[in-house]
């Protein structure tokens, strides 16, 4: 008697599971910056706590040119009190001073220098704004370069282009920021340099590095040779 030996092929399928909804930082990136913020604020209402939520509303904020909203929040995070009013003493002194325009104190403090710093603020748009009008200024003077922290390893790709992407940069994907980038290279024609303390980002996409400390060259050269000059490695490693 011949015997059979029947099997059933059983096939398992699994569903692939849904993709995660788009976070805040995935949204602005799209460009979508104010579906952004509306949910970077309903992740901060439900946890307001959290350090990284508050950042990313600060951000966020930002994006929408909402300056004092993002200072707002920066200053919740770091645990300060919004800034008050002045009292008589404080306002007495800044009564006593002289008021001068801020362009054009900086234009004149530019001319026997070759380089000029601007410590602005990431979270307030208006700091780009005036970036612009002292670049605007320094260009007529003869300033040649433009140099930010925010650009990638997308710089070259930016100088070919023209105009910044979502790849460009972090804190350029902020308007005011990606304008600044646009008019500095575009309508003033100044070349557009990296800013960065990230050594493997800088070593691996530059052939010249120029080092400053405190605003201070402190070494130039190629990567090799500034990534063991004595003076970057006592500035920045701590050694004696």
Known sequence: M????????????????????????????????????????????AQPRD?????????????????????EIFEEMN???????????EAATLAACEPRDALAEIVAAAKDRQVVILNEAHHVPLHRAFSLE?????????FEYFAAETFTRDIEALRKRGTPTRSTGFYSAEPAFGELIREVR??????????????????????WVVALNFGRRIAQGTPAEV????????AYLGAA
């Open 186 to 207: 575009d309508q003033l024609r100044l070349t557009v340099l990296l800013v960065e303390h990230h050594m493997n980002l800088v070593m691996s996409i530059s052939d």
């Open 134 to 142: 002292v670049a605007r200024a320094l260009r007529k003077e003869g």
């Open 51 to 71: 350090p990284q939520r508050a950042d990313q509303l600060g951000i966020m904020r930002s994006f929408v040119g909402d300056g004092v909203g993002a200072l």
């Open 79 to 89: 645990g300060a009190a919004p800034p008050a009013v002045l009292d008589a003493a």
């Open 2 to 45: 011949a015997r059979w030996l029947i099997g059933a092929l059983v096939v398992l399928v699994q569903e692939k599971p849904a993709a995660a909804p788009p976070g805040p930082w995935e949204l602005a990136g799209e460009g979508r910056y104010l579906a952004a913020l509306a949910l970077a604020e309903r992740e901060h209402a």
């Open 227 to 234: 990534r063991s000059h004595p003076e970057l490695v006592k």
